[in-house]
């Protein structure tokens, strides 16, 4: 009786490796499975970490200034002194307007004739900002930057009046891990999560399809081989090309882009190996139910990548979307690893948050996993 036992276990690891091998050999032979799990990164990354910035930096800013005066010139100083803003001056309001109309400029600053007179009164001296508000976030930062110049440059100069400070409280701020306030910090991080849920499941979700297109399923199907021996060959080599492309995406990220990683390097990969499982169950998934690798295709950027992209935190904040889609959310497994990664990469081994996201991946992962299993049968139906 043992022997026979040993003999279905030396059995099944041959006939699991015989599968692995043929998997490899296919891998190498289709340079599309290689161009997704190593090119495709690469051109992301440098795609978000170079072309996107959510950072308002060197924004034109339209400066008029209609009596000229020591004081209009310090705080005209402040605005060129401010990394924020490209000011240009024009010489008055009609002009800065087309320019606005234009789309040269994306703000106005007015300092009116009289705004040195009305600096010393009680009242104190306003001045005029107009906004381009198109985009409305970009809008708000721009807002944000003018009054922390016009803030700053008033302190400064009610210092140099021998004046008491003009604001009876003083804020000091402080950035906990992003000082920099470098978007790049959590677009690339995020961007990780997008590119595993694409070489996760849209590799997988060709693999058993392609088998039934071709007619080698028919061939798999009267062979001694078990069903989970066909699963397993198809989920190792694509979970080391993800690991590959993930350790691609991480020295990138460090190296290139110089984002800090501040957690473990282990946790990373661990974190990295529970969520290419729950891409990988769900890619084989949707192949077992389409049978057609078009359709497969399809169904997994529609069901994985979009999601992924848009309702995983990645770029738009969870926490300002409605509420309906904020419950929505939790059915995305990219929500958990972004969490994940943004912690280990810009704060650290956070175990408050590292270990319910894991959990939540880890329920998906089996769940996905035992779904292929239960759907994948010994039969041409």
């Known amino acids: 009786m043992n022997e026979r036992a040993t003999a279905g276990r030396m059995g099944s690891a041959m006939r699991l490796r015989g599968l692995m091998r043929k ?16 090119l495709l990164p690469v051109v992301l990354l440098f795609l978000f970490g170079y072309g996107v910035s959510l950072d308002a930096e060197h924004v034109p800013l339209a400066l008029v200034v209609e009596q000229p005066s020591a004081d209009t010139a310090t705080l005209t100083g402040a605005f060129h002194g401010s990394r924020y803003f490209a000011p240009v001056h024009f010489s008055t309001m009609q002009e800065a ?44 930062l721009i807002s944000g930057y003018v009054e922390g110049v016009w803030s700053g440059w008033l302190q400064e100069w009610a210092t140099q009046q021998g004046m008491t400070s003009l604001f009876p409280v003083e804020v000091e701020q402080r950035v906990w891990f992003n000082a920099e306030l470098r978007s790049r910090n959590f677009l690339v991080p995020g961007l990780i999560a997008v590119i595993m849920t694409l070489i996760g499941a849209l590799l997988t979700a060709l693999v058993m399809a392609r088998e039934w297109e071709r007619g080698t399923m028919e061939s798999l199907l009267v062979t001694p081989v078990a069903m989970r021996e066909v699963l397993l060959g198809k989920l190792v080599p694509y979970f080391l090309l993800g690991m590959g492309g993930m350790s691609l995406s991480v020295a990138m990220a460090v190296w290139l882009f110089a984002v800090p990683l ?42 994985t990548f979009l999601p992924a992209f848009i309702l995983s935190g990645f770029i738009f904040d969870v926490g300002s979307m409605p509420f309906p889609v904020q419950v929505i959310t939790h059915l995305i497994p990219a929500r958990y690893f972004v969490a994940i990664l943004q912690s280990v990469f810009l704060a650290g081994n956070i175990w408050s948050v590292l270990w319910p996201n894991a959990l939540a991946l880890a329920v998906m992962a089996f769940f996905f996993l035992g779904m292929s299993r239960r759907k994948t049968r010994k039969s041409l139906e």
């Open 97 to 140: 307007e087309a320019a606005l109309m234009a789309n040269q400029v994306q703000a106005i600053v007015r300092l009116r004739g009289d705004f040195a007179r009305e600096l010393r009164s009680p009242a104190g001296a306003p001045i005029q900002v107009i906004v381009n508000g198109v985009d409305a976030n970009n809008g708000r």
């Open 262 to 303: 501040r957690g473990s390097l282990f946790v990373l990969f661990a974190a990295a190996a529970l969520f290419l499982l729950v891409a990988l169950g769900m890619g084989l998934l949707i192949s077992i139910l389409t049978k057609d690798q078009f359709v497969a295709g399809q169904v997994a950027i529609v069901v």
């Open 23 to 38: 998997e490899f050999l296919q891998i190498i032979r289709d340079p599309s499975s290689v161009a997704i799990a190593f």
